[in-house]
């Protein structure tokens, strides 16, 4: 079914993609080719681009969809951008590294039409690079199987998910969206609706983990923020580089070489944020 990519803003059953993107060239195609794709017809997708110094805007813009181009200024503050021009009835929030499949919107929105929920998470999350060692590392980090980045038991199914993936836009707008807290920002919204999002077990998409060490240092850095704020200067003490080459040393010994070198640029980059705080 060809997908509609906003002709008609009047429709009460459009729903808009917003992906806020920064340096996503090797990701955005295949994400944007996979919405292409959907099987769900009212849709418009719309990129932020926050700011990248490659060719993301490019790629995206010659998939065919909408983008917005703006100085970095954070994933909350470019999802806010692309919720004001949006006419969606329903927003959902992916990002660039993420592949769907093809009736991933569908079962996403379809609650929120049916005014049976105010927002859903889809409760399957693939990984789609199981054989990159980063990638592994990044799972056991999180204590997470290879192959899955989500695990979700009976009880947390039934709570629901904090994070939001789809939302109805009065609501998102009403409480003001997402705020603008760097690391974890995903989860400010939960709280302030008051409710959390419905799990779709139906809903399937695979996410792309971090792939290189200097991927993982930037993760460490985007974390910072959150770092400083909840630990202050005990933050800044626990990731002074003689500590963290002491902490490589020992979990060398301990967790492996792999796992050393993951948590060792994790660690550099959250100090480098806490040092040189900037937009995550």
């Not at 998409?205 to 460490?220: I, P, Q, R, W």
């Not at 020992?250 to 480098?272: D, F, K, S």
Request: aromatic share 6%.
């Amino acid at each position: 079914m060809p997908t509609d990519h906003g002709s008609s803003a009047r429709d009460a059953k459009l729903a808009s993609v917003l992906i806020a993107a920064r340096n996503e060239s090797r990701h955005v195609e295949k994400c944007l080719q996979s919405l292409l794709a959907q099987s769900y017809p009212h849709i418009e997708i719309i990129v932020i681009d926050d700011g990248s110094t490659d060719d993301t805007a490019q790629r995206a813009l010659q998939s065919g969809v909408r983008v917005l181009s703006q100085l970095h200024s954070g994933k909350a503050r470019a999802l806010a951008a692309g919720a004001r021009i949006a006419a969606g009835k329903a927003l959902l929030f992916l990002d660039a590294d993420m592949i769907f499949d093809q009736d991933y919107v569908r079962h996403l929105v379809t609650p929120i039409f049916s005014a049976e929920t105010v927002g859903t998470a889809h409760a399957i999350e693939h990984v789609a690079n199981p054989e990159n060692r980063s990638s592994r590392c990044w799972q056991r980090q999180a204590g997470l199987p290879l192959t899955e980045r989500l695990v979700i038991g009976d009880e947390e199914f039934r709570k629901g998910s904090q994070v939001f993936r789809a939302v109805e836009s009065a609501a998102f707008h009403r409480v003001g969206g997402f705020d603008d807290i760097g690391y974890l920002d995903d989860q400010t919204l939960a709280p302030k609706l008051g409710c959390r999002a419905l799990w779709i077990r139906e809903a399937i998409c695979s996410h792309y983990n971090v792939e290189s060490l200097a991927e993982v240092a930037a993760l460490g850095r985007w974390a910072s923020v959150a770092l400083a704020r909840e630990k202050g200067v005990e933050a800044k003490r626990r990731f002074l580089p003689p500590v963290i080459a002491l902490r490589a040393l020992l979990n060398t010994v301990r967790l492996g070489p792999a796992m050393a070198a993951y948590r060792c640029a994790w660690e550099w980059g959250a100090w480098t944020g806490l040092r040189h705080p900037s937009t995550p």
